[in-house]
């Protein structure tokens, strides 16, 4: 299990991604099949400054079984960016 109290994304590309969160273990998710919980939209950047999404979840999100992630070009879907995204979160 695990409880999610805050997380920043920040994003280079030209383009949205969207950061899905999954109440599972990693080796169980497939991204673009595993349905996510929550599916966040992370702004574009302009090659230059950064696109930032930041949350403070009051209270803190649960996940029953194990927090699991991915950053995509779609909010459900399973293609990753092709420049990695940068994510801090505070968890337990």
């Keep these: 299990s695990a409880r999610l109290y805050f997380i920043q ?10 950061l ?16 996510p919980v929550l599916s966040l939209s992370i ?5 230059v ?8 979840f009051e209270p803190p999100l ?6 699991s992630f991915a950053v995509t070009t779609t909010a459900t879907g399973a ?4 420049t990695a995204a940068v994510l801090n979160a505070g968890y337990s």
């Design 9 to 18: 994304v920040s994003n280079i590309t030209v383009a949205d991604l969207f």
């Design 20 to 35: 899905q969160l999954f109440d599972a273990l990693a080796a169980d998710v497939t991204v673009g099949t595993t349905t």
């Design 43 to 47: 702004p574009a950047g302009d090659s």
């Design 49 to 56: 400054n950064r696109g930032l999404m930041a949350e403070v």
């Design 62 to 67: 649960q996940f029953a079984t194990g927090l």
């Design 79 to 82: 293609t990753g960016p092709t």
